[in-house]
């Protein structure tokens, strides 16, 4: 079998820079949050995906991206965008590769994320 490993980047300035504008409390406030929606977001997608719902995916793709770049998971972000892309063209083939490169860069982001998150508590 075929091993796909992608290696995820948390932009620690990305996040400095919350910390500095929000302080400590409100920093992880806007991080937890945001790694909730992420999982939620791409949870809805791949049922999305399942239930042929290209309007409904295609929304969640396109919310992952704000929100990436916001905590400053950048690859998750461009990944996001190119499932944006694969829906507007009709590719489904490139649509159903896409999506499971968003869903591995999307887990393997949140387990870094939390990791981190639970470094500076």
């Given at each position: ?102 869903l591995r860069v999307g887990e393997r982001s949140l387990c870094e994320a939390w990791e981190l998150q639970d470094l500076s508590?």
């Amino acid at each position: 079998m075929l091993e796909q490993e992608e290696a995820v980047h948390l932009d620690s300035a990305r996040l400095r820079l919350l910390y500095d504008r929000l302080g400590k409390a409100g920093a992880e406030n806007v991080v937890c949050r945001a790694l909730e929606e992420l999982a939620l977001r791409l949870t809805h997608a791949e049922s999305c995906h399942r239930r042929d719902k290209r309007d409904d995916m295609r929304r969640s793709a396109h919310s992952l991206i704000a929100i990436s770049e916001q905590i400053g998971l950048h690859l998750l972000a461009r990944v996001a965008a190119d499932v944006t892309a694969c829906i507007d063209l009709e590719d489904r083939t490139a649509l159903a590769a896409t999506l499971a490169r968003l869903l591995r860069v999307g887990e393997r982001s949140l387990c870094e994320a939390w990791e981190l998150q639970d470094l500076s508590i």
